[in-house]
């Protein structure tokens, strides 16, 4: 076998490992298979000795025997088949259920680069359409090996021991079985990889024009949209209609193939018999046992090609799996309590793929002070916050929070020292009390209502229809953009956390409820150390220190009037938006 094979073996021995906690299960579907598969060879054998006392004559008692024994056989069969399908698919179906929470666990777990290398769809679709695809190959995987092949295995015994020399004759054309199914079993194996990722495309387009519905119609693009989709869909075709292909084959190549070991078993046997070198019962009862074994030798080709499919889609699982997410605690990383609030850039430079996003930025924010980012969009401001709450980490310098490096904390214990507020107003389906209760899980209800009064938020929940109990549906769609924005500050004002970001928060909203928000982020901001990047430049004239940055590099640093005076990036920009 080839090194490709290997790795699928490795890839399979992990898939069947997730069924190890489940191995009651797999043992009474083992059981179940050793009925179904012993029965199989009892039949076999048994048309033997009843046609010899047929033929016979003599025995006339055996006819009232032998219809109540066939139907009891078959009763006994199909229970033993029910147990084993109901153990075996339950089996399956639990380790796979592991295997989608492992993946989105690990998903969750990676850092926001991942998710902006890859698009949302292809994540989704591996969560549910690969898992399933696994979870299909496992469960027939496991199933066939045990009762198809503990069926050919009884048939093969009742074959052998009825005549080895025609089991012989008929096996010898086995061998050749094996080049074109593994050659369509790694084919099988390729489509499946790349089928899925054209579901995943499929996907991508799913979850980009349903989110963004409001923007196709408003420019009547529908048409457009579902013709892309008809194309995908109808490229997603003819990747199943390849695997359509490969797989119908396997069964005639198979059967063509074996015809000639019947051929020569029906030459052999048949002439021995007219010769009489051979009882007609015994060679029945061996046609019987072969024309029996050729079921489930042909499922075990299928199971092989099950197998090969369902390791092309755990190969994609378990690369995500693989993925480490990059921003970890550090070894010696320990919980230091709450924050001060003291935050420092130390010639902190940055990129995310090749370009210096970030070089040399420099700059303290003492505690409780106001810290405002301005400059031309895609300078560098958004980035220079996601490194205070280590979605990324700097490539090179660092971030300080009271004098020591954001690294000697825990993950877990920095986040809990920064509040985040920026333009993207995230809802979860779920009820306006627990929506702010984001920010603290355990927070009693007195504590979420003083939080939503500091908001401003107060007001507005009480006139929905079921006041703080009140389920925001799907993205909140009820709600406008400001008391969505106020909520989002109730929570960040409920997590009470000692440094606070805002970036663009109110740069979404209208001029009305620009007020009222920035009336709710002026109750937030008390005490905070606060970074505001604000768009409007207006909102920031009170700030303690105004940071311009501009390709990723701070070109002034002073409070308003000061930068002012000096006559730079800074007053050109409030020059232009004065004049507006
Ligand atoms: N996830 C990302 N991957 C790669 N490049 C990014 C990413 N986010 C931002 N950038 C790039 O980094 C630069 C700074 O972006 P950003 O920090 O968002 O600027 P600002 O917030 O000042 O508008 C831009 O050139 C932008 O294209
Ligand atoms: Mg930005």
Redo the contacts with the bound molecule.
């Keep these: 076998m080839s090194a490709v094979d290997e790795k699928g073996i490795a890839v399979f021995k992990r898939l069947i490992r997730y069924s190890r906690p489940y191995w009651w299960r797999i043992v009474i579907a083992a059981i179940g298979s050793l009925g179904v598969g012993g029965m199989d060879g009892a039949f076999a054998y048994l048309v033997e000795p009843v046609l010899r006392k047929i033929f016979s004559g003599k025995d006339t008692g055996i006819f009232v025997l032998l219809p109540f024994g066939i139907i009891t056989l078959f009763a006994l069969r199909g229970l033993c088949r029910y147990t084993n399908d109901y153990f075996m698919r339950s089996a399956g179906q639990l380790a796979v259920q592991d295997v989608r929470n492992d993946l989105y666990e690990s998903n969750m777990r990676l850092g926001?680069?991942y998710f902006?290398r890859h698009e949302t769809g292809t994540l989704m679709s591996r969560v549910l359409s690969d898992v399933s695809l696994m979870q299909e190959g496992v469960g027939s995987v496991i199933t066939g090996l045990f009762r198809d092949g503990i069926s050919a295995l009884s048939l093969l015994c009742v074959i052998f021991y009825r005549d080895w020399r025609l089991a012989l004759i008929s096996f010898i054309v086995i061998p050749l079985t094996v080049l074109p199914a593994q050659e369509i079993g790694k084919r099988i194996k390729r489509l499946a990889r790349q089928g899925q990722e054209k579901m995943g495309d499929l996907a991508n387009i799913l979850q980009e024009t349903f989110s963004g519905i409001k923007v196709i119609k408003a420019f009547g693009l529908e048409q457009r949209e579902i013709d892309r989709f008809r194309k995908r869909n109808l490229e997603f075709y003819f990747f199943t209609r390849k695997n359509i292909k490969y797989e119908g084959l396997s069964t005639p190549i198979m059967e063509f193939i074996t015809s000639f070991g019947i051929a020569g078993v029906i030459y052999v046997g048949g002439s021995n018999v007219m010769h009489g070198t051979r009882s007609a019962s015994e060679f029945f009862s061996f046609i019987t046992a072969m024309v029996l074994v050729f079921n489930p030798i042909k499922k075990l080709l299928q199971t092989y090609n099950n197998m090969q499919r369902s390791i092309g889609a755990a190969e994609r699982v378990f690369e995500v799996m693989d993925e480490k997410p990059e921003i970890v605690d550090a070894p010696d990383a320990r919980d230091l309590g709450r924050a001060r609030g003291e935050v420092e850039f130390r010639d902190v430079h940055f990129k995310?793929?090749n370009d210096y996003?970030l070089q040399g930025v420099n700059l303290v924010a003492k505690r409780g002070e106001v810290i405002a980012l301005v400059?031309?969009?895609?300078?560098?401001?958004?980035?220079?916050v996601s490194l205070i709450t280590r979605f990324y980490d700097p490539t090179q310098g660092g971030v300080l929070m009271d004098g020591a490096d954001i690294r000697q904390r825990t993950v877990k214990n920095l986040l809990e020292q920064i509040a985040l507020v920026d333009q993207e107003t995230i809802l979860f389906n779920d009820t306006i009390a627990n929506n702010i209760r984001y920010g603290k899980i355990d927070a009693t209800d007195a504590e979420v209502e003083a939080a939503a009064r500091a908001a401003f938020a107060h007001d507005f929940i009480l006139e929905l229809p079921e006041g703080y109990e009140t389920n925001i549906g799907d993205r909140g769609v009820r709600l406008s953009g400001g008391q969505r924005q106020r909520l989002c500050i109730a929570r960040a004002i409920l997590k009470d956390a000692p440094i606070l970001i805002l970036?663009e928060a109110t740069s979404a909203l209208d001029t009305e409820s620009e007020q009222m928000v920035q009336q709710a982020l002026n109750n937030l901001m008390h005490n905070r150390t606060t970074f505001v990047?604000a768009h409007r430049l207006s909102t920031i004239t009170h700030a303690d220190r105004i940071v311009v940055?501009e390709k990723?590099m701070v070109v002034e640093m002073g409070n308003h009037q000061a930068l002012l005076d000096n006559d730079g990036l800074y007053s050109r920009l409030h020059g232009m938006q004065f004049k507006a």
């Design positions: 926001l680069g902006s995310y793929d996003v400059g031309p969009s895609g300078g560098g401001k958004t980035t220079l970036d990047i940055l990723g």
